[in-house]
């Protein structure tokens, strides 16, 4: 069984920083492509990042570009993003999903169920 | 432009027919990729590719595609089908851009 389990999320003043955790079971993880898609309370899906099975290709949303980080330990079958710079726009629920290849093709199969961070003073 | 718009809402009866749009120029070139959303859940993936549904979807649930317009169809709706729904492609530079979601009403 294909499970995804997000970690690392909290509250952090806005300039902090903070690395979330995906910690994958039940595939082969290092033969998939995986995203980070965020939420913000209330609000719609916004992709924010990606990185193929390798970890050679990554991916960011324009908002995020300079400021968020995506890597990934295959020895760990884990997923990471860290977030620097961070802003009061940056609070959101994090989800980490699965691709269905090891190429980002946005056709994520399975998701998380989220970790929430919130920026603010 | 990489955005893609979708009505922020509708409305269907129980057993009848909805078809759900997402507007965007990259469509003319990319597939759009479909999930739903329950309130409080993660995402699921519904449609990808021309017209595929991952094992568990039903087959009430169906994709197409013509010009920059992709399209979700479900075939005589059910109450489990009230979801918010959103479509996602890449833009030119291989990044996912989400559409701005429908949220659809079972009555």
């Known amino acids: 069984e294909v499970q995804l389990l997000e970690s690392g999320g909290g509250l952090v003043q806005p300039g902090g920083s903070l690395r979330l955790s995906c910690a994958a079971s039940g595939f082969t993880f290092s033969s998939y492509a995986m995203s980070w898609v965020r939420q913000a309370p209330g609000k719609g899906l916004e992709w924010v990042s990606g990185?193929?099975?390798?970890?050679?290709?990554?991916y960011f949303e324009d908002s995020v570009k300079g400021r968020f980080t995506v890597s990934r330990d295959n020895s760990k079958n884990t997923l990471y993003l860290q977030m620097n710079s961070l802003r009061a726009e940056d609070t959101a629920v994090y989800y980490c999903?699965?691709?269905?290849?090891?190429?980002?093709?946005?056709?994520?199969?399975?998701w998380g169920q989220g970790t929430l961070v919130t920026v603010s003073s | 432009s990489s955005e893609l718009t979708q009505d922020p809402a509708v409305s269907v009866a129980l057993g009848q027919t909805v078809r759900i749009t997402c507007q965007g120029d990259s469509l003319r070139s990319y597939y759009a990729t479909w999930y739903q959303q329950r309130p409080g859940q993660a995402p699921v993936l519904v449609i990808y590719g021309k017209n595929n549904r991952p094992s568990g979807i039903p087959d009430r649930f169906s994709g197409s595609s013509s010009g920059n317009t992709a399209s979700l169809t479900i075939t005589g709706a059910q109450a489990e089908d009230e979801a918010d729904y959103y479509c996602i492609s890449r833009d030119s530079s291989a990044k996912g851009v989400f559409g701005t979601g429908t949220k659809v009403t079972v009555l």
């Open positions: 990185i193929s099975g390798t970890g050679g290709s990554t």
């Open positions: 999903a699965k691709d269905l290849g090891e190429s980002s093709s946005w056709t994520l199969d399975y």
